[in-house]
């Protein structure tokens, strides 16, 4: 593992602004914290509670700017408490040195194998050389004892309440669905629809998806003694498509707003969603390819129906203007917007609108704006979607729109100081991932 920057790992997380109730808070910390967990997407039926995942999590200490070379690697592990597991084969099995674990032993925060339960959560900090730094036990009702070291020795406390944001790197690679690989990668759902967000204008997760896609990702993820609490916004992304690398990072502007762009400065908020629809666990497995069995071959179809449950939420493909709400015969309850370039897009057969929803409002890209139905000629439910432009129907896919500008040239370093981390992060799971595949 090669050395970062310090300023690399001083992405402006907003942990201090975090409102925890933090009761005696003894510790908050950003931690950066390096899983690399290789997931092997299941059959979604299958029961991926028991399926051994491989963690190994690399955690670097946060450098001082000018002795990077003396600090040791340190590395985080994450494991369970074996049934009957010892204190000593426990230190053993997370690679605690001989030394460091006699000397704890004979200590009285040896005490802490009182605590010792089976499946209970272990957290260690252990040095490339086996050296302990720390060790946490959180316990089923999510007390938390802590050995760290302390002089010559070690100390055991009961911290009452510690509050960390982590930033986890996870990847895995697809071979049924999304959710099947991101399941085995212990990876949050909240976390992959995100994903599918942010390369929202690029991929539809619905659709585009082949078996042997990859995916990694850098995101924050809190936690509260040791348990994660909730997640917070991903860092960095890639997702290879059929061989097709797509890569986005968060870049905080001067201004203070979150955008994604490629690692090269290119927006990726340019353009229109490739997917009307909320991406979800219920939607993902909806077929894309629906008919129109009601107007048969009478009517050439003018757009593309999207299979969903009815309810499912429906978000404008771009930024525009409402441009009308309301009922029109065979397209039942619709929508049109109006965008840039003469564009229009239509959404129809929907249930209800979204509130608010009224001519002349203006909505951003991926905003809500109607619910799924079946109203005017629809024997099932599913979005008509139809793009316009000069009032001529156009397919979607091939549709070319000057781009959101570039990052300014100006900003380049300050995008590359909080991008560069990231992006190697990615390229080093890709290999990862790579390695799993052959
Ligand atoms: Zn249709």
């Not at 300014?408 to 290999?431: D, I, S």
């Amino acid at each position: 593992m090669q050395q970062q920057k310090p300023e690399s790992l001083t992405y402006p997380t907003p942990v201090q602004k975090r409102k925890l109730p933090m009761r005696g808070l003894l510790a908050a910390a950003l931690l950066p914290l390096f899983g690399m967990v290789t997931a092997y997407g299941i059959a979604p039926d299958t029961d991926t509670r028991d399926v051994p995942v491989q963690t190994l999590i690399e955690n670097l200490s946060l450098p001082q700017s000018d002795s990077q070379d003396q600090i040791k690697q340190v590395y985080h592990h994450e494991e369970k408490v074996l049934a009957g597991e010892t204190l000593g084969a426990l230190l053993n099995r997370l690679g605690v040195s001989q030394q460091d674990s006699s000397l704890l032993l004979s200590q009285p925060a040896a005490r802490i194998s009182r605590n010792l339960r089976s499946g209970q959560r272990i957290q260690a900090d252990i040095s490339e050389d086996g050296e302990l730094l720390e060790m946490r036990l959180t316990s089923s009702e999510g007390a938390l004892n802590r050995i760290s070291r302390q002089g010559e020795g070690f100390a055991l406390d009961q911290p009452q309440d510690v509050a960390e944001s982590r930033i986890v790197m996870r990847s895995g690679h697809i071979e049924s669905s999304l959710f099947a690989a991101t399941d085995a990668a212990s990876l949050p759902d909240s976390v992959a629809v995100k994903m599918a967000d942010i390369f929202g204008t690029q991929l539809d997760f619905r659709t585009d998806l082949r078996k042997g896609d990859t995916f990694s990702i850098v995101y924050e993820m809190d936690y509260r003694n040791g348990e994660p609490t909730g997640t917070g916004k991903i860092l960095g992304a890639e997702y290879v498509n059929a061989g097709k690398v797509y890569q986005a990072v968060l870049y905080l502007t001067p201004s203070g707003r979150e955008e994604y762009y490629t690692p090269k400065g290119e927006s990726l908020a340019k353009g229109f969603l490739r997917s009307p629809l909320e991406f979800s666990r219920v939607t993902s497995g909806f077929s894309n390819a629906r008919k129109h069995p009601v107007l048969g071959y009478t009517r050439r179809h003018t757009g593309t129906d999207f299979g969903a449950p009815t309810g499912t939420r429906v978000k404008a493909t771009s930024e525009a203007a409402v441009a009308f709400v309301g009922r029109k015969g065979g397209y039942g309850n619709i929508v049109i917007l109006r965008h840039r370039n003469g564009i229009e897009t239509y959404y129809a057969h929907l249930s209800r609108f979204a509130a608010g929803m009224r001519p002349g409002r203006s909505v951003s890209q991926g905003e809500v704006i109607g619910f799924v139905g079946m109203t005017g000629t629809a024997t099932g439910p599913h979005l008509h979607y139809e793009v316009r432009i000069s009032g001529q129907p156009r397919n979607p896919l091939a549709i070319r729109l000057p781009g959101s500008p570039p990052l300014p040239v100006a900003q380049k370093t300050r995008f590359n100081q909080q991008t560069a981390a990231w992006v190697e992060r990615l390229g080093q799971l890709r290999g990862t991932n790579l390695a799993a595949l052959d």
